[in-house]
């Protein structure tokens, strides 16, 4: 799905060489609150290792204590909240634990993923699309409405999902996922949509824009442990998981206006 800054300056948005070249500096980001959303993983941990190298204190969230703890537990610059973020009342309550000890979050990298594919259209099953609506998209809303305040409050909100470029091609084996995803694309642009309009585009006193809802979008990403497991594979078009930690890094110091509302393919 297309997207473009919603600011109404009219200038380009940002582009993916402009965010993979604008890695914030040593303590670049100290002070800033970034909630990651799926943690746990392989990518929650090179965009946490990314947020905390640049000084920016990771609210790292995920749904099991164990695999937090594994992660996360002896990082000073990481505070751990076990929550299952398809519970809309957990995530509120979350929202206020961390409005309460934190101050609020300037940031939210939401990470929760799956895949689920079928034989073709009519192997598309109801089970598989539950499954794909709770992980991307009910997790995404939950997140995004009750952090929302928080991030259009920041002097600089920012607020992230990786999509997929199967979006711009969707398959018949793979139309539910296409198709979720595509709901959290257009999601996001409705999150800027009001960003905007509370910033930038405000009818009366428009201010600079400050918060941005930003859709990064990756072929598949690839991490270390897969590399160890088939060292002759390739991974073509594959994105490193260091390079989505680098890219969610950058959002910080790129400037609003040319975020909010783009769509960034990093593949
Ligand atoms: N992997 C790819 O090739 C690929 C391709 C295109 C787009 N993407 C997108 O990139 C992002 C990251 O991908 P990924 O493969 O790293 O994602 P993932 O492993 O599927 O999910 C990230 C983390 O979310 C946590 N999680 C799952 N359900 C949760 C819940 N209900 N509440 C809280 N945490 C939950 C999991 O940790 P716990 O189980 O410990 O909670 C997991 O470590 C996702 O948005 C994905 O859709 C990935």
Same mark, same amino acid.
């Given at each position: ?29 100290? *002070? !800033? ?9 392989? %990518? *929650?941990? &090179? ?23 594994? $992660? ?25 634990? +961390?409005? &309460?000890?934190?101050?609020? &979050?300037?940031?939210? /990298?939401? #990470? ?17 699309? @539950?499954?794909?609506?709770?992980? !991307? +998209?009910?997790? =995404? ?19 992230? +999902? /990786? ?5 711009? %091609? ?34 009366? @006193? ?13 072929? $598949? #990403?690839?991490?270390? %442990? ?5 060292? $002759?594979? %390739? ?22 206006? =040319?975020?909010?509302?783009?769509? +960034?393919?990093?593949?």
């Amino acid at each position: 799905m297309a997207g473009g800054p919603q600011s109404g300056s009219g200038e380009a948005p940002a582009s993916a060489d402009q965010l993979l070249g604008a890695a914030p500096g040593p303590g670049g980001l100290a *002070g !800033l609150k970034v909630v990651v959303a799926g943690a746990s993983g392989a %990518s *929650g941990q &090179a965009v946490t290792a990314a947020l905390t190298g640049a000084g920016a204190t990771v609210l790292a969230v995920g749904s099991n204590r164990d695999r937090l703890t594994a $992660a996360y537990g002896k990082n000073d610059a990481v505070a751990s909240f076990e929550c299952n973020l398809a519970d809309r009342a957990a995530v509120e309550g979350l929202a206020g634990s +961390i409005a &309460a000890e934190h101050g609020g &979050a300037d940031g939210l /990298v939401h #990470l929760v993923g799956g895949w689920r594919g079928g034989k073709g259209l009519t192997g598309q099953s109801d089970d598989d699309w @539950d499954f794909l609506h709770a992980q !991307l +998209i009910t997790t =995404l809303r939950n997140t995004t409405r009750a952090f929302y305040p928080q991030l259009e409050a920041s002097g600089s909100g920012r607020v992230a +999902i /990786v999509s997929a470029t199967a979006t711009e %091609s969707p398959t018949a084996s793979g139309a539910n996922y296409a198709a979720a995803k595509a709901a959290a694309e257009s999601w996001m642009l409705s999150v800027a949509d009001g960003f905007r309009r509370s910033q930038s585009g405000r009818k009366v @006193d428009p201010v600079p824009q400050r918060s941005a809802a930003v859709v990064l979008a990756v072929k $598949a #990403l690839v991490d270390d %442990s897969m590399r160890r497991a088939d060292p $002759a594979k %390739s991974f073509p078009g594959f994105t490193d998981v260091a390079d989505l930690g680098r890219a969610a890094a950058a959002l910080f110091v790129l400037d609003a206006a =040319l975020l909010n509302g783009a769509h +960034i393919r990093l593949a």
